[in-house]
């Protein structure tokens, strides 16, 4: 691809940006919150550890998506079930809840970085990708700002180290999962191609 629209640039660096930035609003804080509610030891360090379990699921659902589905809708999809279960994480004080529910977020999240990035390749020159995935790091960034954000606006006195950050990351999630819809269609790479375990 030698050149894209304005238009389809926006899209994708706003896809970018909010993809990194909902994950870090609540992934930061999370240990906070963890300790502010009482778990501690060895069930503290599984629910830190989901993260790490999505990333074992990533290259799956990738797989599935490349030969089977529009990059596009699975990663609307996968923001949608994202956002469910993190409001769910959000009404959750025990340590079993919370771990099975994070987990079931991080399975549907982790796989949308490697997601985004074909999405962006796909409809992007190659030179501009960088221009385009640096939104992420900047979404990431500009998480911190929710803290400050929800200080002054809501007057709160609290924000890191509550449920309020999951909250947060469901709402953006629902947001992302919508400017998703917007995207340029990306069509299954490895359509037809047969899937094996090895590949993933």
């Not at 709160?156 to 947060?168: A, Q, S, V, W, Y």
């Not at 191609?193 to 590949?199: E, G, L, N, P």
Request: glycine letters at 6%.
């Amino acid at each position: 691809m030698e050149s894209m629209s304005m238009s389809v640039r926006v899209k994708l660096s706003v896809m970018m940006f909010l993809q990194f930035m909902l994950f870090a609003v609540w992934w930061v804080p999370l240990a906070a919150y963890l300790g502010n509610i009482g778990i501690e030891g060895n069930f503290k360090s599984l629910i830190l550890s989901t993260m790490a379990f999505g990333c074992l699921a990533s290259p799956i659902i990738g797989m599935i998506a490349d030969r089977h589905f529009a990059s596009q809708k699975v990663l609307a999809t996968l923001n949608i079930v994202c956002a469910i279960f993190l409001f769910l994480a959000a009404i959750q004080t025990s340590p079993v809840a919370l771990f099975v529910l994070l987990l079931i977020a991080m399975l549907c999240y982790m796989p949308s970085w490697g997601l985004t990035s074909a999405i962006a390749m796909s409809n992007s020159p190659t030179e501009k990708f960088p221009q385009i995935r640096v939104f992420g790091s900047i979404g990431w960034v500009a998480s911190g700002l929710f803290s400050l954000v929800a200080l002054k606006v809501f007057k709160i006195e609290l924000f890191d180290g509550t449920k309020l950050p999951m909250i947060c990351g469901a709402v953006c999630c629902l947001i992302a999962a919508a400017v998703n819809f917007t995207l340029p269609n990306t069509p299954p790479p490895a359509k037809g191609q047969k899937a094996s375990v090895i590949d993933a």
